[in-house]
Nanobody, 114 residues
Framework: VQLQASGGGLVQAGGSLRLSCAAS????????GAWYRQAPGKRREWVAV???????DYGDSVKGRFTLSRDKARKTLYLQMNNLKPEDTAVYYCKATTPYRDYWGQGTQVTVSS
């Protein structure tokens, strides 16, 4: 499974972005899809996860502002980010978890200006 993340960019505080994570191969073995982020000088932080059954969970810092969804037909994971804050600035990575291993996307930069 190869993951291609896209959709990052520069946005003002209060703005919105939608990140995409497209899988290049069959996704039936994927148990969960998730987004993480890593700001300069900080550890990678979990942002949101979606299970194979479609249930979602979010980190406290993004709850109520970010929405994770997926399109199975397009094999794509989406992260809708609203009311962005400067502290959301980071490289965002998508991850797919299978029974055998985890797969990571290459990351997409999100920069939120104040």
């Amino acid at each position: 499974v190869q993951l291609q993340a896209s959709g990052g960019g520069l946005v003002q505080a209060g703005g919105s972005l939608r990140l995409s994570c497209a899988a290049s191969a069959n996704t039936f073995r994927i148990n969960t899809g998730a987004w993480y982020r890593q700001a300069p000088g900080k550890r990678r932080e979990w942002v949101a996860v979606i299970s194979s059954g479609g249930s979602t969970d979010y980190g406290d810092s993004v709850k109520g502002r970010f929405t994770l969804s997926r399109d199975k037909a397009r094999k794509t994971l989406y992260l809708q980010m609203n009311n962005l804050k400067p502290e959301d600035t980071a490289v965002y990575y998508c991850k797919a978890t299978t029974p055998y291993r985890d797969y990571w996307g290459q990351g997409t930069q999100v920069t939120v200006s104040s």
